[in-house]
């Protein structure tokens, strides 16, 4: 039996994130060779993955990451089983890593084909499966492209979200991620009145006439009354509509304004559960 050293056992350890004793084994059973242990951890990875495939992941870790000229940013929802492990600095930090590499992909195939430390994220989220024993998958993956991209990320991971503005201008940086807030918080389903969709607001034509007909109105007042019902709830539920949370006298689209000229473009939000 080949013999092994502590400090193989810790090189695994960092390459792998696995438990010491985990490294020690999978390097007893691959006789000192360390790309077979790795890949038998792998392995144990795919077998719990397979055991738990059914099991509901979410918890987790919502992250975003903007690169370095605040054109591209990326947010990922890291999702696993339990918030013990949710909350866990190594699983944060998987998942930081993770938004670092979205950032530069189109697309979540894309994402999950990336490479992560020669094998890919979706090779890496098996193998970290068989460390931490749980289930755990990227559950959200979105992307804003835009002249000016800025993100907040909620207290403890809960929610994330990224905002882009059609021009780079002084004070972008403190409105983007004042908006970002306010779609973290108020969790808008479109930009504007122009992103709603047609399906969306026809439901809410009906539902606010069935309320006006059990309110006795008149049949002929219905479309009337309901289109101003709808023009509240584009005030509610689109973002640049949605009164601003930190100045309740503003819409979002004014409170941008008021750094010059410049315009909410897009904006993505990603949650756990």
């Given amino acids: 039996m080949a013999k092994i050293t502590a400090a193989e056992v810790n090189s695994l350890r960092k390459a792998t994130g696995a438990g010491m004793m985990d490294c020690k084994n999978a390097l007893v059973e691959a006789e000192g060779n360390s790309e077979k242990a790795i890949e038998i951890l792998r392995k144990k990875g795919q077998k719990v993955a397979a055991k738990r495939a059914d099991r509901e ?12 000229e605040n054109t591209v940013g990326a947010a990922v929802v890291l999702a696993c089983e339990t918030d013990f492990v949710g909350k866990n600095d190594s699983f944060v930090e998987l998942a930081n890593k993770f938004a670092e590499i979205a950032v530069n992909c189109d697309s979540k195939e894309d994402f ?24 755990i998958e990227i559950s959200s993956f979105e992307k804003v492209n835009a002249p000016f991209v800025g993100s907040y990320i909620h207290a403890g991971n809960k929610i994330a979200s990224l905002v882009g503005l059609s021009a780079n201008i002084e004070g972008a940086g403190e409105v983007a ?54 023009n509240r709830f584009f005030k509610d539920n689109t973002l640049v509509n949605q009164m601003f949370i930190k100045d309740s006298k503003a819409s979002v689209a004014q409170y941008v304004k008021s750094i010059g000229d410049v315009t909410v473009v897009d904006f993505k939000r990603v949650a756990l559960g």
Avoid: C, H, W, Y
Wanted: aromatic letters at 2%.
């Fill in 57 to 68: 992941s979410t918890e987790g870790a919502a992250i975003t990451k903007v690169n370095a």
């Fill in 112 to 135: 999950l084909n990336a490479d992560f430390g020669g094998i890919t994220v979706a090779d890496k989220l098996i193998e970290q499966t068989g460390v931490i024993g749980e289930k």
């Fill in 177 to 230: 991620k004042d908006v970002a807030m306010q779609v973290a918080a108020m969790n808008p389903i479109a930009l504007n009145e122009e992103g709603v969709s047609k399906e969306i607001i026809e439901k809410e034509i009906e539902i606010a006439k069935d309320i006006l007909r059990q309110e006795g109105k008149p049949e002929a007042m219905l479309d009337k009354i309901a289109k101003g019902k709808l």
